[in-house]
Antibody, heavy 122, light 106 residues
Framework: QITLKESGPTLVRPKQTLTLTCTFS??????????VGWIRQPPGKALEWLAL??????RYSPSLKSRLTITKDTARNRVILTMTNMGPVDTATYYC???????????????WGQGTLVTVSS | DIQMTQSPSTLSASVGDRVTITCRAS??????LAWYQQKPGKAPKVLIY???TLESGVPSRFSGSGSGTEFSLTISSLQPDDFATYYC????????FGPGTKLEIK
């Protein structure tokens, strides 16, 4: 059974750095073609892809690349996303998801976590 | 960046209706397109990937078609559980989601 769960702060101050952890089970990032991505959704708005990590590669949204870092802790089955210089527009539910089918650069997403709401406010 | 548009933004329909949602890409994405269903307060659920491949366990009343820049998701006979918001996602050049189509009960 594949599961993913996001964890991290629910409230972040403006200009702070957000660190989110995705803890997963039922698969391994050592498997070829398997990755974990981060997607966010501001309240009432559409989904936005942020970043994706495979065993040997990372991909970032071009518009947010300068603010994002995605890493993995393979031993603990975790993927960590950091986003710097947070602002009110970054208020959103942040999801992590396992990749389904890899395209030329990124992937569709199969299993999703429940999401975690992060609010940016002073 | 590849931009995605969806039409309509809202669709009112009745149980048993056949409905189609359209997704357009600002440039060709071949067939690198997925469709998701999302219900309030829940994570998205993948329905279709590679434009027309039905994800395992998804009812056969859902189908996808298209290539290049124009794609569609069709539900052949709406069921009560289908009223939700639907998103398309291109994964040809990085990834972009469409703005969503809310399917409402008429």
């Amino acid at each position: 059974q594949i599961t993913l769960k996001e964890s991290g702060p629910t409230l972040v101050r403006p200009k702070q750095t957000l660190t989110l952890t995705c803890t997963f089970s039922g698969f391994s990032l050592r498997t070829s073609g398997v990755g974990v991505g981060w997607i966010r959704q501001p309240p009432g708005k559409a989904l936005e892809w942020l970043a994706l990590i495979y065993w040997d590669d990372e991909r970032y949204s071009p518009s947010l690349k300068s603010r994002l870092t995605i890493t993995k802790d393979t031993a603990r089955n975790r993927v960590i996303l950091t986003m710097t210089n947070m602002g009110p527009v970054d208020t959103a539910t942040y999801y992590c998801a396992q990749t389904l089918e890899s395209g030329p650069t990124v992937s569709s997403f199969h299993y999703w976590g429940q999401g975690t709401l992060v609010t940016v406010s002073s | 960046d590849i931009q995605m548009t969806q039409s309509p933004s809202t669709l009112s329909a009745s149980v048993g209706d056949r409905v189609t949602i359209t997704c357009r890409a600002s440039q060709s994405i071949s067939r690198w397109l997925a469709w998701y269903q999302q219900k309030p307060g829940k994570a998205p659920k993948v329905l279709i990937y590679k434009a027309s491949t039905l994800e395992s366990g998804v009812p056969s009343r859902f189908s996808g078609s298209g290539s290049g820049t124009e794609f569609s998701l069709t539900i052949s006979s709406l069921q009560p559980d289908d009223f939700a918001t639907y998103y398309c996602q291109q994964y040809y050049s990085y990834s972009t989601f469409g703005p969503g189509t809310k399917l409402e009960i008429k």
